[in-house]
């Protein structure tokens, strides 16, 4: 083979991310032209209001896979609505699908919502497309990107510019962290007034968009689940930024989820069911607030933030 040439891996990839484009780009129609309209809205919870799905949410799922399937039918679907009846046994390529992140705020007529397409390969993210509501003639900002490839938004090549504050969250400068944030974890003193112009949006995909373009200069998104974050890990990735999750020992940088990959049913089920917390954003300020953010280790709010960062 001519060194010049792609590798097999490189044209998968390089299809993939296409794919996911077009298939974001309809989806994002889609759930703009349903924005503001009649929907019809179900709970799937117990609890009244805290698990909504709409008739909008399984279209756009549904949209999507069908894209994927014709043209990857190899390919196993990790979405957040319309789980199979029976897990099948983890493929190498994985598609993790949030049809609408942020489902209570297009509900309510908010605009911070996403959709959001993540690749994985053997449980690490390898491409990556968000589509969020935007202002502008176009309307909407989709952001994308594949292992290797840089990150793209809205069709020009996009990276996170070096902070300029030691590292130190700027004031004015906008981020978000989860509402139970102070009640899981300890903030050291040079944190502490230093958590920068702090934002909670209600959707985890929304939050790492705004990482990814620098419109946000840190994130950290709780209680989520693998479509919420698949998409978003590659993509802050190939812009140069860095994730990070809880570890024993303090923060330790989030890849995916290679470690838990066995190819089998079990594989399925525990993507289907982690939760975590994310750290993410440009590469200093991410350093700095995990380094004085710790997690709290005693009682009930240790287990359940344990529970949190999927450990």
Known sequence: MNITEPRSDDVTLQAAEELAVRAIEKAGE????????????????????ADLVTDVDKASQK????????????????????????EPPAADYMWAIDPIDGT????????????SIGLLHRGTPV?????TPWTGERGSALVHARTGNGAWLNGEKTSLQPGGNGGVPEAGRLAAIPLGLRSGFDIAEPLRGNLGEVRMTGSTCYE??????GSMQYVINGYSHVWDYAAGLVIIQEAGGVSMQPSEDGWEVMKGWSDIFAGDVETSRRLRAWKGTVLSGQPDIA???????????RGLLSRAWRSLSGK
């Open 287 to 297: 350093r700095f607030v995990s380094q004085n953010l710790s997690r709290r280790k």
């Open 208 to 213: 790492l968009m705004m990482a990814a373009t």
């Open 63 to 86: 949209l999507i896979v069908e894209m994927i399937e014709e043209r990857f039918p190899d390919h196993q679907i990790l979405g957040e609505e319309d789980p199979p009846d029976e």
């Open 127 to 131: 491409v990556g497309a968000i589509w």
């Open 104 to 115: 209570k705020n297009f509900v309510n007529g908010s605009p911070v919502h996403a959709v």
């Open 30 to 49: 889609f759930v703009a032209s349903r924005f503001g309209g009649p929907m019809e809205v179900m709970q799937k919870a117990e609890k009244v209001g």
